[in-house]
């Protein structure tokens, strides 16, 4: 039996890319204000910005397009949205929103107040931003390995339990839930373990507390504690994922990861006591209670794009890429978290990069230095991202320098990832010429967007 692992699907529409030249890329770069994020796309050759709505669709999605139902109230594509996920999460209620964020602008604003504290394993910057917005204090707490880029655990994504009890003992009354992120994509796709959630919710139950978790990737943590949780090798992906949903209260979903689509999100909640807080809050912003922002063919798309990322075939092979481009970063002596994540493997820039000083932001320049080498487009988790300048003029820093090569559902081949891990080992390399970059201009939230960077 051949040892290859294939990808699970043969392909029937493509899409070209073209590679630039060096000296090409080193202007579009500049022009660019050296931040990838104002990159054009068809100026990059592997685009591993996000997997965030960049994957393809099945034929069964596209056809599942053709019939969606348009009517602004009551449309049969919410109906069938809500019976698939009634069945994967046992949660009553599915209230659409057009993508992760407004999903959680739209709970925020309902259920916090100003001075609020969130507990989380690790807030997703947008998470962060929308809590902060709304006057919330953002709390991560994940475990100790979780923030070890080296440490080998296999479930780095578990919320420190003793440090949430502390939280939930002193500042209680200031918690209006908990939440956790699997798979855990700040701290490199990490997924969380069965008994950690289970464990993490009993002791919000204990203080009277409801669990939100976020999430984007649930099939891929899922497949994870297949893998390798004790007692879990031969349950179902979907069972698992019904056990993971049962301790929760409610959910906050990006569709644009583990739901398969280019576009779409939802909050999907157990009983009814935020509910008409959340729809009038949606009603307000989104749209009706059932469009919220999307369109009938939309939510067609994500009821079949939900099952198909449960595939165990699929979900095996999509955990296999990122091991895959791991094992030759081992090779050639380059950090990255490990193990490698779900959805995306994350390089340690102070490995590749150890005598630049933080003020120099490593992350952010190795990641051009991977555009500027292959066209690769990856994204700073870094300083850049969590680092903030104070009202006093002093900057903080983040305590990993990160850059996340993430990967879109269904469209890169194996030659991609070897052509991707060769430009690696000439990167590193070239290591000691990579330049570093100052911030020239930056916004108050989401700073990495838009922020515009000169050489240090
Ligand atoms: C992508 C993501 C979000 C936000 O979703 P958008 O669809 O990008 O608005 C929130 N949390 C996590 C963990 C994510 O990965």
């Known amino acids: 039996m051949p040892r290859t692992m294939i990808e699970p699907f043969r392909i029937k529409s493509v899409e070209p890319i073209r590679m630039t030249s060096s000296a090409e890329r080193l202007a579009l770069l500049e022009e660019a204000k050296l931040n990838v994020f104002k990159l054009r796309a068809e100026d990059v ?47 009553e209620h599915l209230v659409p929103t057009h993508q992760g964020r407004a999903a959680e602008r739209v709970l925020f604003t309902a259920v916090c107040k100003r001075g609020d504290v969130v507990p989380n394993n690790c807030h997703f910057d947008t998470t962060r ?13 994940v475990i100790a390995e979780g923030l070890q880029p080296a440490t080998l655990h296999p479930f780095k994504g578990n919320i420190d339990l003793a440090r ?39 002791l919000l139950k204990r203080h009277g507390k409801p669990l939100v978790m976020d999430v984007c990737r649930f099939a891929e943590n899922a497949m994870f504690i297949k893998l390798r949780e004790p007692g ?35 909050i999907m909640l157990r009983d009814d006591r935020w509910l008409e807080a959340v729809r009038n809050m949606l009603i307000l912003t989104e749209g009706f209670p059932t469009y919220g922002g999307l369109a009938g063919r939309d939510l067609e798309a994500l009821a079949v794009g939900l099952e198909e990322g449960m595939d165990e075939a699929y979900l095996r092979y999509r955990l296999r890429t990122a091991e895959y481009l791991g094992e030759k ?25 150890p005598e630049m000083p933080a003020a120099h932001y490593p992350a952010w320049a190795l990641c051009n230095a991977l555009y500027l080498e292959g066209g690769i487009r990856g994204v700073e988790i870094g300083s850049v991202m969590f680092g903030k300048r104070l009202d006093d003029g002093t900057e903080t820093y983040h305590p990993m320098e990160l850059v996340r090569l993430a990967f879109p559902r269904r469209m890169y081949t194996q030659s991609h990832f070897d052509f991707a891990a060769e430009v690696l080992v000439e990167v590193k390399a070239k290591a000691r010429s990579i330049r570093g970059v100052r911030i020239a201009k930056q916004s108050k939230y989401l700073r990495h967007f838009t922020a515009e960077m000169e050489w240090a």
């Open 232 to 266: 879990y090798t031969n349950t179902p992906v979907r069972a698992i994922c019904q056990e993971m949903f049962s301790y929760a209260d409610g959910c906050t979903m990006s569709a644009k990861k583990d739901g398969m689509v280019n576009i779409g999100g939802f």
């Open 45 to 91: 050759l592997l685009d591993w910005l996000t997997d965030s709505g960049t994957g393809a669709m099945s034929s069964a999605q596209w056809g599942a397009i053709m019939v969606g139902d348009e009517s602004y109230a009551g449309a049969r594509s919410f109906f069938r949205l809500q019976s698939v996920l009634r069945d994967i999460t046992g949660m």
């Open 164 to 202: 949430a009890d502390e939280l939930l003992t002193r500042e209680g009354d200031r918690v209006p839930f908990g939440m956790i992120t699997v798979t855990n994509n700040t701290g490199g796709g990490q997924p969380v373990s069965m008994a950690n959630i289970r464990a993490y919710a009993a």
């Open 329 to 353: 970063l081992e090779a050639a002596g380059i950090g990255f978290v490990k193990p490698t994540g779900g959805h995306a493997v994350y390089l340690d820039a102070k490995t590749v990069l």
């Open 129 to 141: 931003a929308n809590l902060e917005f709304n006057g919330v204090e953002a709390v991560d707490l």
